[in-house]
C-alpha cells in the first residue's frame, strides 16, 4: 500500500504567519499533489510537482508556494497566511497515468 | 468538525440494500476515471478505477459503470454497511499530459441500521 503522511493533522495559525505544510510518501512516484478542500467548493488543485524541483501551477496558486527538494518530499508553504485560506489542505502523489493516493490531511485554521 | 459534506447532494439507504451513486464527468476525452470515498475528517480513500476503453469493472462489493456516450459514472455498492457512510466523489483524468485530474463535488451516503 501507498503510504503518504503529511506533518500535521490540526494546525492553528496567526494571520501573517509563514505556514510550512510537509508531504512525505514512501513508493516513489513521480507526481505530488497539493490541494485544498472547502465545503461546497471540492478538491481543487493548488499546486502539484512531476519531479525533483520541478513545479507546476494549478487552478489556486495565489497566497502558496512549493518545495521539492527530494523525490519522496513536497512542501506547500504560505508565504503571509490569511484567514482565507482556513481549509482542509490534502496531499496526494500518483504516477502518470494511475491513480492519486491521498494522505490524512491537515486542517489548518488561520485566526 | 467541519464536514466536507456540507451542501452535497445526499443518499440515505437501510443497511443490506443495494446503493447506487452517480456522476456526470465533464470531457469526452477523458481516459480514466476513479471512486473514491471520504470519511469524516479523513482523506480521500481509492476505491476503484476504470479506464475509458472499459464499461464496467467490478471490487469487492463494489462495481463501476462507464457510459461514454452520456459522459456519466456510477457506482453500485452491494449490500449496504454502516460503515460504508462517507462521502463519495468521481474523478477523470481529462488526458491533458500531466496525471491531473478533475474532481466531482461528492455525495454523502448515510446507512441507517
Known amino acids: 500500500d501507498v503510504k503518504v503522511t503529511q506533518s500535521s493533522r490540526y494546525l492553528v495559525k496567526r494571520t501573517g504567519e509563514k505556514v510550512f505544510l510537509e508531504c512525505v510518501q514512501d513508493?516513489?512516484?513521480?507526481?505530488m499533489f497539493w490541494y485544498r478542500q472547502d465545503p461546497g467548493l471540492g478538491l481543487r488543485l493548488i499546486y502539484f510537482?512531476?519531479?525533483?524541483?520541478?513545479?507546476e501551477k494549478g487552478d489556486i496558486p495565489e497566497g502558496y508556494s512549493v518545495s521539492r527538494e527530494k523525490k519522496e518530499r513536497f512542501s506547500l508553504i504560505l508565504e503571509s497566511a490569511s484567514t482565507n485560506q482556513t481549509s482542509m489542505y490534502l496531499c496526494?502523489?500518483?504516477?502518470?497515468?494511475?491513480?492519486?493516493?491521498f494522505g490524512p490531511g491537515t486542517r489548518l485554521l488561520v485566526l | 468538525g467541519e464536514s466536507v459534506g456540507l451542501h452535497l447532494p445526499t443518499l440515505s439507504v437501510q443497511e443490506g440494500d443495494n446503493s447506487i451513486i452517480n456522476c456526470a464527468y465533464s470531457?469526452?476525452?477523458?481516459?480514466?476515471f476513479i471512486w473514491y470515498k471520504q470519511e469524516s475528517g479523513k482523506g480521500p480513500q481509492f476505491i476503484i478505477d476504470i479506464r475509458s476503453n472499459m464499461d464496467k469493472r467490478q471490487g469487492q462489493r463494489v462495481t463501476v459503470l462507464l457510459n461514454k456516450t452520456v459522459k456519466h459514472l456510477s457506482l453500485q455498492i452491494a449490500a449496504t454497511q454502516p460503515g460504508d457512510s462517507a462521502v463519495y466523489f468521481c474523478?477523470?483524468?481529462?488526458?491533458?499530459?500531466?496525471?491531473?485530474?478533475?474532481f466531482g463535488k461528492g455525495t454523502m451516503l448515510l446507512v441507517s441500521p
Open positions: 513508493m516513489d512516484h513521480e507526481n
Open positions: 510537482s512531476y519531479d525533483v524541483k520541478m513545479k
Open positions: 470531457n469526452s476525452a477523458s481516459d480514466y
Open positions: 496526494a502523489v500518483g504516477g502518470v497515468g494511475e491513480t492519486q493516493y
Open positions: 474523478a477523470e483524468n481529462q488526458n491533458s499530459g500531466y496525471s491531473t485530474l478533475t
